[in-house]
């Protein structure tokens, strides 16, 4: 079974500052998805990033790029320019390509606190 | 796009008593559906997955005559605790998704905090 690892519970940064979240995971496919979901004091889920297993370039998305190291099994989420709606938990999941039939393993989250 | 709600988003019940939870994807047809569960200051655990017309996978430890999950139509799914305890209480999150948009993504609804009393 696939495990992911979040070895920061908490992060806290000033406002405008770069931050990199990280995450770990294990599994013997070659072929997979990883995400990193926010979680903010609403609870409701949102999608923050998406990367493909096969895919050497890695995702961005405005302020949030991941570094991928495949061999490694790492997948870590960097935040450019931290704002301070950016503070939430966030959280690393795992899934096997099987147009979207298999759920998430999550790990544990990490609190990031954006300070002012 | 891509929007899934639930509903109640809070309820409270007796112990012993019966809850019903919906989840509906209102702009997309999930093919698939999940529950998951998330303790206080903890993370999200699969519970169960769910495709229209077929019987739930229940995930390992999890009691599938106490929750009892019916995804009757693609925008559809309902998440029923039984005989419900305190111990039962948390927060239930459903998530669907679409095959065709051959993209493994997941899109959330906002949760429901059940409280057994």
């Known amino acids: 079974a696939q495990t992911v690892t979040q070895s920061q519970p908490e992060m806290s940064v000033q406002e405008a500052e770069t931050v990199t979240l990280s995450c770990t995971y294990d599994?013997?496919?070659?072929?997979?998805?990883l995400f990193w979901y926010k979680q903010p004091p609403s609870r409701q889920m949102i999608l923050v990033i998406r990367q493909e297993a096969y895919k050497q370039q890695n995702a961005t998305e405005n302020r949030f790029s991941v570094n991928f190291q495949k061999a490694a099994k790492s997948f870590s989420l960097k935040i450019s320019d931290s704002q301070l709606g950016d503070t939430a938990m966030y959280f690393c999941a795992f899934t096997f390509p099987g147009g979207g039939a298999d759920g998430l393993t999550f790990g544990k989250g990490t609190h990031l606190i954006i300070q002012p | 796009g891509a929007v899934v709600s639930q509903h109640p988003s809070w309820v409270i019940c007796k112990s012993g008593t019966s809850v019903k939870i919906e989840c509906r994807s209102l702009d997309f047809q999930a093919t698939t559906m999940f529950w998951y569960r998330q303790f206080p200051k903890q993370s999200l655990m699969l519970m169960a997955t769910?495709?229209?017309?077929?019987?739930?996978?229940?995930e390992q430890g999890v009691e599938k005559d106490k929750f009892l999950i019916n995804h009757a139509s693609l925008t559809l799914s309902t998440l029923t605790v039984t005989s419900a305890h305190p111990e039962d209480s948390s927060f239930y999150i459903c998530?669907?998704?679409?095959?065709?948009?051959?993209?493994?993504?997941?899109?959330f609804g906002p949760g429901t905090r059940l409280t057994v009393l």
């Open positions: 769910s495709n229209e017309g077929s019987k739930a996978t229940y």
């Open positions: 599994t013997s496919e070659s072929n997979y998805y």
């Open positions: 998530s669907a998704s679409f095959y065709a948009a051959r993209t493994d993504t997941q899109y």
